[in-house]
């Protein structure tokens, strides 16, 4: 029976074609099967039904025998079909009720022990009534089809997933963006109007004009880090002079909170992006600084491979820890959740990697592991 063989090969060759991987390529998948299968097995009528919420929906029809309305459903159990699935048993079919039909196979396509769907053809009285060797041949047939059908599915809802997800991140996205950039714009907008009331103020309102416009700079450049690939132009740099020169920067702000600053003296050559290892260096010392209250210490230390942070501060629950590094999360009331996720994407870029060991109320260590 090499008709049928080359069938099984066609079936093959089809199922392994990537158009399988969408839900469009599953429709035209389906819609060759038929045709392969309507003239292997020469029928006048073919339709594939496929599972959906416990019930088979039709999924795909050919040929002029086929009355089955679009939207047609069968129910487990009911009908000729619905028995065949039942018993998950292909099924010859010679006394149907269509006077046009002379005999029906109907094989249900079986994914392990679970029928995915059903396969039905019919032939005229025209054609000899479907036969055990028919009955053989389809379910090897249809074997493939489900083993297509299952992985469509899995395409299509490790797609959605995806989708799903990036919906979810754009969400975030915009609020936190929403939620960020409201402050320093209620802080322009309140300067602009005691300009207009009181001029004699202008000076010190256009320094807060200044400082909230340079707020919401840094915002963009941290929403945009986030958003793309981080890019890095890498240069032999002593770590130490990278990091305490970013720490003398952050003086003023740890002496208004009264918490000490302490950077080591080690000085360690390393072939880094220097903006971005302070970049690295700022979030995680600030991070300190803020969870650290008054009397106590942030300290950084270089070592040959890479530096640490240690604070004295709050430490953080097992739970905050598996959350740090995704973006946004945040405890803070006005916190973006974005620093320690660029840090994380520039510290890997660079080939390396950063750990965390916190001890609520004790203090939390940041280690970053530059090669
Ligand atoms: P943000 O600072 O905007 O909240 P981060 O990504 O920098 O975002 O930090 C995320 C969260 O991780 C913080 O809100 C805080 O809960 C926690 N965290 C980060 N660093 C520390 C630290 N040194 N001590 C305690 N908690 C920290
Ligand atoms: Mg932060």
Redesign the pocket.
């Known amino acids: 029976m090499s008709a049928a063989r080359a069938l099984q090969d066609d079936l093959l060759s089809l199922f392994v074609v990537d158009s399988v991987q969408d839900e469009n390529g599953l429709q035209s998948y389906l819609k060759r099967v038929l045709q392969v299968t309507s003239q292997c097995f020469r029928t006048s009528g073919a339709s594939i039904f496929l599972e959906e919420g416990g019930v088979y929906h039709l999924a795909a029809k050919l040929g002029p025998a086929v009355r089955t309305p679009d939207g047609a459903v069968i129910q487990k159990g009911i009908g000729l079909a619905g028995e065949a699935i039942e018993l998950a048993e292909p099924k010859i079919v010679t006394d149907g009720e269509r006077a046009d039909i002379g005999s029906s196979l109907i094989v249900p396509l079986m994914d392990g022990g679970t029928c995915i769907g059903v396969l039905n053809m019919a032939r005229g009285h025209d054609e000899p009534v479907f036969g055990e060797e028919d009955l053989r041949y389809a379910g090897g047939v249809a074997g493939q089809i489900a083993l297509a059908v299952h992985n469509a599915k899995l395409f299509a809802s490790a797609r959605e997933y995806d989708r799903l997800k990036r919906l979810a991140e754009v969400g975030q996205m915009t609020a936190a963006i929403a939620h960020e950039i409201r402050n320093p714009l209620t802080g322009i907008l309140g300067a602009a109007k005691m300009i207009q009331e009181a001029p004699e103020l202008t000076e010190e309102m256009a320094n807060i004009i200044e400082l909230e416009t340079m707020k919401l700079n840094l915002l963009c450049d941290e929403f945009l880090d986030f958003s793309r690939p981080i890019r890095l132009d890498p240069e032999d740099q002593n770590l130490g002079d990278v990091v305490r020169a970013t720490c003398s920067l952050l003086e003023s702000s740890f002496s208004d909170s009264e918490v000490a600053l302490t950077v080591t003296n080690e000085n360690q050559t390393k072939c880094i992006d220097r903006r971005r290892i302070e970049q690295v260096v700022r ?2 010392v ?3 600084l ?2 650290t209250p008054k009397g106590g210490t942030v300290s950084v230390n270089v070592f040959d491979w890479g530096f640490s ?1 240690h ?1 004295t ?4 629950s097992e739970e ?1 820890q598996q959350k ?2 995704s973006p946004f ?4 009331p006005s ?7 660029i ?1 994380q994407k520039v510290v890997q870029a660079h080939g390396g990697f950063i750990s965390v060991q ?1 001890q609520e109320g004790v203090g ?1 260590t ?1 280690e970053v592991h530059l090669p």
Request: charged share 5%; proline share 0%.
């Open positions: 979030n995680l600030l991070n300190g803020q969870a942070v604070d501060g709050a430490g953080m905050a740090l590094f999360f945040t405890t803070k916190g973006t959740g974005l620093g320690l996720s840090v916190s939390t940041f």
